[in-house]
């Protein structure tokens, strides 16, 4: 016989959990009572539960395989809505599981009772609460498929205290979630073959064709078909926040990114496409600006998992429901080997110089050339939200498949360091790079003492403006520069780091980076470097919100600082 809590334990173990991210507490005690006996899982005590679901997230997104976070009730599991509705806005496979009161208190206002089930129900993929410890087991085996299956995403598990207690003879669930590794579904789409059929035809007669690349490549791990499809045609390739990195950064036929920060060249080339083969992406509003006036000439083919996607966001001319990887193998297939030479130049010759926006040599381009020479291009890096987050998509170079992590969908200040710890344990002997604003670093700076005490060598940058400097700009551009509330004061992070026992920096030069980053890359454990970057650098091109691709910002309001 085993309690609720060895099963619950068990059935991690059985369907391949390695690491659990969590926070004990009065209503998951049970659970923490039955771990130790369960060394092939590996416990990492964070600081805040959002600081678990995050870096559940990150290990999910760097590994392919499910992030498991625990919590206790009340505030356990309400400190988890944060890092569940990031990974649910980005298709990231979390189970999230909560002690919950036990089942003759539920709905009595019981001390550390909340409906985590009413309030995770838009941002969960699916939640179960466990009424009866006979049922756990599948339970856990299915939450771990489901999170997987399809179009991935959280899914949350909560479990009252006497289901955790209940005992009964464990037998190993039968469902489906030993292989951890996302099915493919090929030929998922009934009209598939007719849709391959249509998107080849308007390939072969495009004279401005563009590929735009999502998370879903990522995802479907579907990086050498997009780039046999973009190499056979010669279409050139844009890749959105989220989908950076599923195509190498030096190629030729490589643009950049789209939307409200992307460069002028690909903004315009977008609204000059004639077709437009989106793979995995939503067409979301930071993509499209305002969509009646987005890509006017472009009838767009979109391939994606989710058929809700297709014409949700901007009218589609062919959808194809399925699997990116399968689908673009079927596309390359299909389509007949073209260049689009004359379309490129025409690209390049909307190139801009870039609007420098910071004085000194101590720019973001510096900065980030440094992180990417001390680790000779080999490091993931996991960006926070703001401006730096622009930079970290728009100007490291990206060679490996899947080494830029963010937020995008909910854009939650305060990811990074966590998520951080999760791509670290899911990549070890890796180097991870976490890369936040002075705002969103103080958000989970706490993380610092989970990275000791559980050995995690995350090497932190923290980009200090002394403002929060995404909501200074938009506050400089649209609010008559009325920067109310966001200067922001920083702890002497050099004392925090030797606070916590790691080896701290500040970079005030441009002349010190080399040095100073290349010790704190090379160093064993966690380290933390201050840049002292100019304070009100801007970060362009820039749409307004709602405003139209072809019509870029590109320098600050005249008068204004930061030009
Ligand atoms: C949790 C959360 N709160 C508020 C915001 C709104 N927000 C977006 S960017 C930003 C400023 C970020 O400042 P900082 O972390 O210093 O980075 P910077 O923009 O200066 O690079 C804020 C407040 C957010 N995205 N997430």
Redesign the pocket.
Known sequence: MLSGAEILCRALVDAGVEVVFGYPGGAIMPFYHALPDHPQLRHILVRHEQAAAHAADGYARASGRVGVCVATSGPGATNLV?GLAAAHMDNSPVVAITGQVSRPMIGRDAFQETDIIGITLPITKQNYQVQDVSELAEVVAEAMAVALDGRPGPVLIDVPKDVQNQKIAYGAPRARARGQSRPLTPGASPGLEDGVRKAARLIAGAERPLIMVGHGVILAQAYNDVRALAEKTGIPVITTLLGISAFPDGHPLHLGMPGMHGEVHVNRAIQHADVIIGIGLRFDDRVTGNTASFAPQARIIHIDLDRSEIGKNVPVAVGIVGDARDITRRLVAAVEPRWCERWLEHIHGFKRPRAESYRGDLSPDAILASICEASQGDCTIVS??????MWVAKLYPYRRPNTHITSGGL????FAVPAAMGVHLARPGHTVWAI??????Q?NMAEIATMVQEGLPVKMAV?N?G?????RQWQQFFHGKRYSCTP?WSPDYVKLADAYGIPGYRVTDARDLTGVVGRANADPGPALVEFMIEQEANVFPMIPPGGSLSEPIEAAPAGAPGN
């Open positions: 944060t926070d939200v703001g401006q730096h987050q854009g939650a200040m305060g936040s604003g002075d705002g969103g670093f958000m980009f403006n403002y929060l400097g995404m909501v922001i």
